[in-house]
């Protein structure tokens, strides 16, 4: 079982960053693929970023990519989310994720357990 707690969200004005931060529960930290996802409202969650278990190889949505940069720090069971030069398309509820497995979906099924989300809102 992991348990995920997200925090570093808030109100930006666009062209600014926010750092969130997701901090995990469990031994085996190590051992799952980390993701970020995001909803919007009345929009689907959207996979936004993941990153390997040994923190090696990274996939972003093309939406975000060269703006958001994901790491983990397997020693701290934290995985981050940079985000610079934020749109007002990025206002979502972001959601981290984890999933027991070497691979590293993208795809919301693909994931076992889920934080409770943290608000981000970028004003035009």
Not at 1 to 29: D, K, Y
Not at 79 to 86: A, H, I, K, R, T
């Amino acid at each position: 079982q992991v348990q995920l707690v997200e925090s570093g969200g808030g109100l930006v004005q666009a062209g600014g960053s926010l750092r969130l931060s997701c901090a995990a529960s469990g031994r085996t930290f190590k051992a799952y693929a980390m993701a970020w996802f995001r909803q919007a409202p009345g929009k689907e969650r959207e996979f936004v970023t993941a990153i390997k278990w040994s923190g090696r190889s990274t996939y972003y949505a093309d939406s975000v990519k060269g703006r958001f940069t994901i790491s983990r720090d397997n020693a701290k069971n934290t995985v981050y989310l940079q985000m610079n030069s934020l749109r007002p398309e990025d206002t979502a509820v972001y959601y981290c994720a984890a999933a027991q497995t070497f691979d590293v979906p993208t795809g919301l099924d693909g994931y076992d357990y889920w934080g409770q989300g943290t608000q981000v809102t970028v004003s035009s």
